[in-house]
Structure formats: structure tokens, C-alpha cells
Nanobody, 123 residues
Framework: QEQLLESGGGSVQAGASLRLSCAASGITFNNYAFGWFRQAPGKKREFVAGISWIGRTQFPDANKGRFTIGRDNDKNTVLLEMSRLTTDDTGVYYC????WGAGDPQDYKYDYWGQGTQVTVSS
């Protein structure tokens, strides 16, 4: 059974860093792109970062230079490193998998989703 399990969320102060992990099982990991999305209360789900099945990355402008995304094909894990966090980064962070994808911002392209992990950034 396909499963994505996020971990690493928590509560931090503005300016801090945080690392999120997504452990995948039940899929051929190397064949999938992965995206991270965030949803804050009352807001639409938004794209945070993506990595293609061959390792190319995408970020929205607001996250360039602050966030990095990487994949470990041996451990079936995707990492999201976040730095210089602001209160706008607060939300539930979801990992998603897209077969042969490019790590694109469009959430409808993703086949599988995790349950999410909460990140709270306080000022």
C-alpha cells in the first residue's frame, strides 16, 4: 500500500530553521517526483517546493534561498530544509508523490499524499 509519512514539524520562533522528512513506502521511489505543500487555516493549499524524479528542484519565489529540497533514493526519503522561517510559513505541511513527475506546483498532478505535519512559527 502506498504511504507517505511526514515528520519533523514543530513550534519554532521566527528566524529559526526546521527540517521536514517524508518517508515513502509502497511505491517505486526512484520513479516519483515529490512536492511539499502547505495549508494554513482558512487559506488555500500552496506549493512550497518540488523535486523531480531526476532531482531537479522548483520553488516559489518566496522560498528561493530559504528552502532546499533533496531526495535520498536509497532511504526512500525526501527532505525539506527550511531556514529564516516567518509566521507566514505556519501551516500543515504535506508531502505528495507524482509518478514520473517534475515536482510541479500544481497539486492535481500528484497521486499520493501524506497526512501532514504541523509547523508553527511564532514571532
Amino acid at each position: 500500500q502506498e504511504q507517505l509519512l511526514e515528520s519533523g514539524g514543530g513550534s519554532v520562533q521566527a528566524g529559526a530553521s526546521l527540517r521536514l522528512s517524508c518517508a515513502a513506502s509502497g511505491i517505486t521511489f526512484n520513479n516519483y517526483a515529490f512536492g511539499w505543500f502547505r495549508q494554513a487555516p482558512g487559506k488555500k493549499r500552496e506549493f512550497v517546493a518540488g523535486i523531480s524524479w531526476i532531482g531537479r528542484t522548483q520553488f516559489p519565489d518566496a522560498n528561493k534561498g530559504r528552502f532546499t529540497i533533496g531526495r535520498d533514493n536509497d532511504k526512500n526519503t525526501v527532505l525539506l530544509e527550511m531556514s529564516r522561517l516567518t509566521t507566514d510559513d505556519t501551516g500543515v505541511y504535506y508531502c505528495a508523490a507524482d509518478h514520473w513527475g517534475a515536482g510541479d506546483p500544481q497539486d492535481y498532478k500528484y497521486d499520493y499524499w501524506g497526512q501532514g505535519t504541523q509547523v508553527t512559527v511564532s514571532s
